[in-house]
């Protein structure tokens, strides 16, 4: 689900390259874009090397092109991490409504890895359990956004990889153990753990 470590590398790499060139090249936007794409694409080969899905490997590169491309359009290095602010914020929407829709990701995403497609939303403790659960990663989002935000439009542009870098992996980590004990501690005694969902039982007719 989460890209593994090389999830965190594609996140982490292009964006250190990125103000590394620019602070080297006397803040160069041009010089800070180069250096982001040209180790976003060695991150690719490397990846595509080891036999990674193409398409993941891809969509990474292609969400730093689109990061360069909008900074060298408006010419504002901050703007090389508008693409992912709005990616947070689009996240923390998304996260938020799945749970008031009773589509808690969370569940979503667990369904899918264990197989059970939607019989997880027929338990009521578990469909209780992963909407407390996908709060919490909403509230990730939001976090991002909070430090993202004023550090964007104050123009912090090492700051933001500095965010970038420490409100990925590190809150990632955060994140799957407190919806890990929220989601357990969610359920009632008993319960026999999400990979057995229980369905009520339907009330039995009474004699006629």
């Known amino acids: 689900m989460l890209g593994g470590r090389r999830g965190a590398i594609?996140?982490?790499l292009p964006p250190v390259a990125f103000a590394a060139g620019?602070?080297?090249g006397d803040e160069s936007l041009w010089a800070g874009v180069l250096a982001a794409v040209v180790t976003a694409s060695g991150v690719a080969l490397?990846?595509?090397?080891?036999?990674?899905?193409?398409?993941?490997?891809?969509?990474?590169?292609?969400?730093?092109?689109?990061?360069?491309?909008?900074?060298?359009?408006?010419?504002?290095?901050?703007?090389?991490?508008?693409?992912?602010?709005?990616?947070?914020a689009a996240s923390a929407l998304a996260w938020a409504v799945s749970v008031v829709l009773r589509w808690p990701l969370l569940g979503?995403?667990?369904g899918a890895a264990l197989g059970q497609?939607?019989?997880?939303?027929?338990?009521?403790?578990?469909?209780?359990?992963?909407?407390?659960?996908?709060?919490?990663?909403?509230?990730?989002?939001?976090?991002?956004?909070?430090v993202f935000v004023p550090l964007y439009f104050g123009g912090q542009v090492v700051a933001l990889v500095v965010a970038r870098v420490a409100l990925t992996w590190p809150l990632v980590a955060a994140?799957?153990?407190?919806?890990?004990?929220?989601?357990?501690?969610?359920?009632?005694?008993?319960?026999?753990?999400?990979?057995h969902p229980v369905a009520p039982v339907a009330p039995q007719p009474g004699p006629t």
Do not use: E, K
Not at 117 to 140: E, F, K, M, N, V
């Open 108 to 110: 979503v995403v667990v």
């Open 117 to 146: 497609r939607g019989r997880w939303r027929r338990d009521p403790a578990l469909l209780r359990a992963y909407g407390r659960g996908s709060w919490i990663w909403t509230a990730t989002y939001v976090l991002r956004l909070a």
């Open 175 to 195: 994140a799957l153990a407190v919806s890990w004990v929220v989601v357990r501690r969610s359920l009632p005694a008993g319960h026999p753990g999400l990979r």
């Open 22 to 24: 620019w602070l080297l």
């Open 10 to 12: 594609d996140a982490t």
């Open 46 to 88: 490397w990846r595509l090397r080891r036999g990674d899905r193409p398409r993941s490997v891809l969509i990474g590169l292609l969400a730093v092109c689109v990061a360069a491309l909008i900074a060298l359009r408006t010419g504002r290095a901050t703007d090389f991490f508008l693409l992912q602010l709005l990616s947070n």
